[in-house]
């Protein structure tokens, strides 16, 4: 497939970048067993429609794309996250989850009507969670008894919740997200402004959410959708994100048992930049300095939570 084509009969969101061809070798060598926790398929457009009401149109990124890059970095695994492209038809994510031969575990998006039995089909392909999504110029609001019913229908099954959101409305969210049984995955630390004091209350107040919930984990991830003054993970830059680092390495610090990190390939919605994925890897030991930590944030935990079987 073309790098950034999109295929079929759509045409990309003006302005959109494509994800980056030809990423470095990482300089950090990940752990045996390493798992990219958050990544994404668009598509093929002609394949796998994108969803009517989707708010973009991306270029396509396949999995055997997706499962090129992997080997490429040197990751074992990959959790696949649906993305808001597709809306709630996980043909796109199954479908990579059925050709990873059980390298890869989903997170899906459904509707209050699924069914136990489609349920029990993404179970079967590999999905192990379903994603909420709050952020507000991505998705239309969905009410939250909506979202409670779906939650009483995954629980039997083991899945947790997967919460996407800004920390600007955690405040509003704390008492729903709180009431969630199952576990429950904060992607990308609630999205804190790095303008902020990482001890000021705004991050504070996500810090708590965490203490208070045992049941809460966190990705670690996404420096490039955070940064405001870089550096840029590009042009072999090895300390990239540096405003981002002190916010990141205090959550694995205080958390080491409840952090997933992933690369967020192939990058939805970037304005700024697309960073060079090789970079962003070699962007972990400044958030998780010790080998002890490494192992737990890319190994241990995403395996725990997505592959218990053999944790």
Same mark, same amino acid.
């Given at each position: 497939?073309?790098?950034?084509?999109?295929?079929?009969?759509?045409?990309?969101?003006?302005?959109?970048?494509?994800?980056?061809?030809?990423?470095?070798?990482?300089?950090?060598?990940?752990?045996?067993?390493?798992?990219?926790?958050?990544?994404?398929?668009?598509?093929?457009?002609?394949?796998?429609?994108?969803?009517?009401?989707?708010?973009?149109?991306?270029?396509?990124?396949?999995?055997?794309?997706?499962?090129?890059?992997?080997?490429?970095?040197?990751?074992?695994?990959?959790?696949?996250?649906?993305?808001?492209?597709?809306?709630?038809?996980?043909?796109?994510?199954?479908?990579?989850?059925?050709?990873?031969?059980?390298?890869?575990?989903?997170?899906?998006?459904? +509707?209050? !009507? %699924? *069914?136990?039995?489609?349920?029990?089909?993404?179970? &079967?392909?590999?999905? $192990?969670?379903? #994603?909420? =999504?709050?952020?507000?110029?991505?998705?239309?609001?969905?009410?939250?008894?909506?979202?409670?019913?779906?939650?009483?229908?995954?629980?039997?099954?083991?899945?947790?919740?997967?919460?996407?959101?800004?920390?600007?409305?955690?405040?509003?969210?704390?008492?729903?997200?709180?009431?969630?049984?199952?576990?429950?995955?904060?992607?990308?630390?609630? +999205?804190? !402004? %790095? *303008?902020?004091?990482?001890?000021?209350?705004?991050? &504070?107040?996500?810090? $708590?959410?965490? #203490?208070? =919930?045992?049941?809460?984990?966190?990705?670690?991830?996404?420096?490039?959708?955070?940064?405001?003054?870089?550096?840029?993970?590009?042009?072999?830059?090895?300390?990239?994100?540096?405003?981002?680092?002190?916010?990141?390495?205090?959550?694995?610090?205080?958390?080491?048992?409840?952090?997933?990190?992933?690369?967020?390939?192939?990058?939805?919605?970037?304005?700024?930049?697309?960073?060079?994925?090789?970079?962003?890897?070699?962007?972990?030991?400044?958030?998780?300095?010790?080998?002890?930590?490494?192992?737990?944030?890319?190994?241990?935990?995403?395996?725990?939570?997505?592959?218990?079987?053999?944790?």
């Amino acid at each position: 497939m073309a790098h950034g084509k999109t295929t079929g009969d759509f045409e990309k969101t003006p302005g959109w970048l494509d994800w980056y061809e030809g990423p470095s070798k990482p300089t950090f060598r990940l752990p045996a067993g390493a798992v990219d926790a958050h990544c994404h398929v668009f598509g093929p457009g002609a394949e796998f429609p994108y969803a009517p009401e989707r708010k973009y149109t991306p270029c396509d990124a396949s999995a055997e794309e997706l499962f090129a890059l992997r080997d490429h970095l040197g990751f074992d695994r990959n959790v696949i996250v649906q993305a808001t492209c597709h809306g709630a038809d996980n043909r796109a994510l199954v479908d990579a989850l059925r050709r990873s031969e059980g390298r890869a575990r989903g997170v899906a998006t459904v +509707r209050r !009507d %699924v *069914t136990e039995e489609q349920l029990a089909e993404l179970h &079967e392909a590999g999905v $192990r969670g379903v #994603r909420f =999504n709050f952020v507000k110029r991505l998705v239309d609001r969905v009410p939250t008894d909506s979202l409670e019913e779906i939650v009483e229908k995954i629980a039997p099954l083991g899945w947790h919740v997967v919460i996407y959101f800004e920390a600007a409305d955690l405040p509003d969210l704390y008492d729903f997200f709180s009431a969630i049984k199952t576990d429950v995955v904060v992607d990308h630390m609630g +999205r804190p !402004d %790095v *303008t902020k004091d990482p001890d000021g209350p705004e991050f &504070e107040l996500f810090l $708590r959410f965490m #203490r208070e =919930n045992p049941n809460v984990w966190t990705k670690v991830s996404c420096p490039e959708r955070l940064s405001v003054t870089g550096p840029r993970a590009l042009d072999g830059e090895q300390h990239a994100y540096t405003d981002v680092v002190p916010f990141a390495r205090r959550v694995v610090e205080e958390f080491p048992d409840r952090v997933l990190w992933g690369t967020d390939w192939p990058h939805p919605n970037l304005k700024d930049h697309m960073p060079d994925d090789g970079l962003l890897v070699d962007y972990i030991p400044q958030i998780a300095t010790t080998a002890e930590l490494q192992q737990r944030l890319l190994v241990d935990n995403p395996h725990r939570l997505y592959w218990p079987e053999g944790a």
